[in-house]
């Protein structure tokens, strides 16, 4: 299960859906979680970063877990979630600061994704109330946008959730690139009167 944490945790951070102390990931194995380290560096993980917790209650070191840690016991709680990534990835996040949700335009993104719902909440981090109402989008969505702050994504291993992210950050992208090509379509004529397109 380190290897897992840590493989994925470098790759996300690599492919740049986290900053260097940014986002965090869970399993859950039983009635126990097992959730990165608050403050931990996901590129960089090693086996103190990884924090075994029970999904209810104060057993365990509760104080150095993520301070996500009261949204992901209730993703756990109240969807059929086995393993949960929460990411900060660029393109997404600028989307659900302007949409109410993200509708991918490529293939991959809309087999994979569906339609993604963006969420607001009064409170962004590590509140409870929040992941209620996260998970009651769960439950129809296998991904969720919390409006200005990061993905939440559902699945039955870390494998399956950081495809989700992936695939998630790669549709923001195509659909930010296929906005500005359809303001800029006209490129050749604007050349030709020597203007800039707006």
């Known amino acids: 299960m380190y290897r897992d944490f840590r493989r994925i945790g470098r790759d996300m951070f690599l ?3 986290v900053t260097s102390h940014g986002g965090n990931m869970s399993v859950r194995c039983g009635d ?15 086996h103190r970063d990884l924090v075994e917790v029970a999904l209810r209650g104060d057993q365990g070191p509760v104080a150095e877990a993520s301070s996500e840690l009261p949204v992901h ?3 756990y709680l109240h969807t059929p979630a086995l393993a949960i990534i929460h990411a900060h990835p660029p393109a ?4 659900s600061l302007v949409a ?3 509708v991918p335009l490529d293939a991959e993104g809309a ?6 719902p963006v969420v607001t909440a009064a409170r962004l981090i590590g509140d409870p109330e929040t992941g209620r109402l996260l998970a009651r989008r769960l439950n129809q969505a296998r991904a969720v946008l919390l409006r200005s702050h990061g993905s939440f994504v559902v699945g039955r291993s870390l494998e399956e959730a950081y495809r989700l992210t992936s695939c998630l950050e790669a549709s923001a992208r195509i659909m930010l690139f296929a906005h500005l090509a ?9 050349r030709h009167q020597g203007r800039v397109p707006p």
């Open 182 to 190: 359809t303001r800029h379509e006209t490129w050749g004529s604007h």
């Open 73 to 75: 016991r209730q993703l």
């Open 15 to 17: 492919a740049g859906l």
């Open 100 to 102: 109410e949700e993200l």
């Open 32 to 46: 126990r979680i097992i959730i990165t380290r608050r403050g931990s560096m996901l590129g960089r993980l090693t």
């Open 111 to 116: 087999l994979l994704l569906g339609r993604v």
């Open 92 to 95: 997404a996040v600028a989307i």
